[in-house]
């Protein structure tokens, strides 16, 4: 059962665009939505988090909005930069459970 | 800090093979996770560990899949017998009581054939 919906499946940004990645979430019950980053070969790396008692988090070039009312969320990345390109994964917590979305693999063109 | 240790990176093997993936969590941290990520797909968890104890397990499939932490520490996960559908990246993350923040090894790459 897929409880974290991501899109895009993939997106090319050109250098200095934004990229936009959403995700929905099915259970009320996550209380903690972060994103995670991979380069191949790696594993994911956090990269920012966001609890549902507020709207919005920036952490440099990269925000997550966030709609409650909605059980949506996205990712924003400002100004993407080649060493952007890698697959970005949202995830929800509740307790103990972490469910992944599928991913989105992005791509900055120079 | 060093980061979560995983051997071996890579393993070949030919079905119903059995195979033994070893992982070492950033020191003090109580929680372990193992996840399967099949190609395209976000990572799935296992099995978590609290300590030396299992605290989910519920998407382990315990008829070829087990996991061990010993003494709280190192953990083994292990297939027998593979299946081609047991193709994937396995990762093994820590965090330092469960929950938020996990961070994660870079997987071993299982194939088999």
């Known amino acids: 059962q897929q409880q974290v919906k991501q899109s895009p499946q993939s997106l090319i940004v050109q250098k200095g665009g934004i990229s936009i990645i959403n995700c929905a979430y099915e259970?009320?019950?996550?209380?903690?939505f972060p994103w995670y980053q991979q380069f191949p070969g790696k594993g994911p790396a956090l990269l920012i988090a966001?609890?549902?008692?507020?709207s919005e988090k920036k952490e440099g070039r990269f925000t997550i909005s966030f709609n409650k009312s909605a059980k949506q969320f996205s990712l924003h990345i400002m100004d993407s930069q080649p060493g952007d390109s890698a697959t970005y994964f949202c995830?929800?917590?509740?307790?103990?459970?972490?469910?992944f979305g599928a991913g989105t693999r992005l791509t900055v063109k120079p | 800090e060093a980061g979560v240790a995983q051997s071996p990176r890579y393993k070949i093997i030919e079905k119903r093979q059995s195979v033994a993936f070893w992982c070492n969590p950033i020191?003090?941290?109580?929680?372990l996770y193992w996840y399967q990520q099949i190609l395209g797909q976000g990572p799935k968890l296992l099995i978590q560990?609290?300590?030396?104890?299992?605290?989910?397990d519920s998407q382990l499939p315990k008829d070829r899949f087990s996991a061990e932490r010993l003494k709280g520490v190192d953990s083994t996960l292990k297939i027998q017998p593979a299946k081609l559908e047991d193709s994937a990246v396995y990762l093994c993350?820590?965090?330092?009581?469960?929950?938020?923040?996990?961070?994660f090894g870079p997987g071993t790459r299982l194939t088999v054939l």
């Open positions: 995830a929800a917590l509740g307790g103990h459970d972490m469910r």
């Open positions: 993350a820590s965090s330092p009581s469960g929950g938020a923040e996990q961070f």
């Open positions: 560990f609290q300590n030396n104890g299992v605290v989910d």
């Open positions: 020191s003090g941290h109580a929680t």
């Open positions: 259970n009320t019950a996550f209380d903690y």
């Open positions: 966001i609890r549902p008692d507020v």
